[in-house]
């Protein structure tokens, strides 16, 4: 017998949300940033494997294995926002919101320890690129200080969203209701 995974139903949506996003996204990034031939390249490639990504995606998630490929998606999506928020060269407030986009997908689409893995991992990357932008400062005010109030602009609320995530997991019974909850009537 073969159990409907929920988890097949979000993953072709999110991922044609995410195909979408890639393709009406490079324009304007093409616009708006400076038209050099290595920003060029790096939009290219971002905003085309994103897209390739999610069409594969869109693809897989007819074949039966959800939770694969919403592993591919959030882990794939982790390894593209943190390859471009470290090459980027932006400040670390601005690489936030790609992070807390694949915590949420995280949340949602798979389980407790991914849950756990994105969050140390995104959490490290940000804090890596705090410390990139600290070391930038004036000498006079040292390293320490601009990256101190660097992870403060981020981290607690980044830590109160994994945690909504994370007690919000039990409730969404994606799977299945947990074994130790009693039959409704």
Do not use: K
């Not at 991992?121 to 990256?147: H, M, N, Q």
């Amino acid at each position: 017998m073969t159990t409907h995974d929920p988890r097949a139903r979000l993953l072709r949506p999110i991922a044609w949300a995410i195909f979408a996003a890639a393709v009406l996204s490079a324009p304007g990034f093409l616009i708006a940033e400076r038209f050099e031939p290595g920003r060029v390249v790096r939009i290219a490639a971002s905003n085309g494997l994103a897209a390739l990504g999610a069409l594969a995606l869109v693809r897989a998630s007819a074949g039966g294995r959800a939770l694969l490929g919403c592993r591919v998606l959030v882990y794939g999506l982790l390894l593209l926002v943190g390859w471009l928020a470290g090459t980027g060269g932006e400040e670390v407030h601005v690489n936030v919101v790609n992070f807390v986009l694949v915590t949420v997908l995280a949340g949602t689409l798979l389980e407790r320890a991914d849950l756990a893995l994105v969050a140390a991992a995104s959490a490290c990357v940000l804090a890596a690129i705090a410390w990139r932008g600290a070391s930038d400062a004036p000498e006079a005010t040292g390293v320490f200080v601009p990256f101190l109030e660097s992870i403060a602009q981020f981290l607690p609320t980044y830590a109160v969203i994994v945690f909504v995530l994370w007690i919000a997991m039990p409730m969404r019974n994606l799977l299945s209701p947990p074994s130790d909850t009693p039959a409704s009537p």
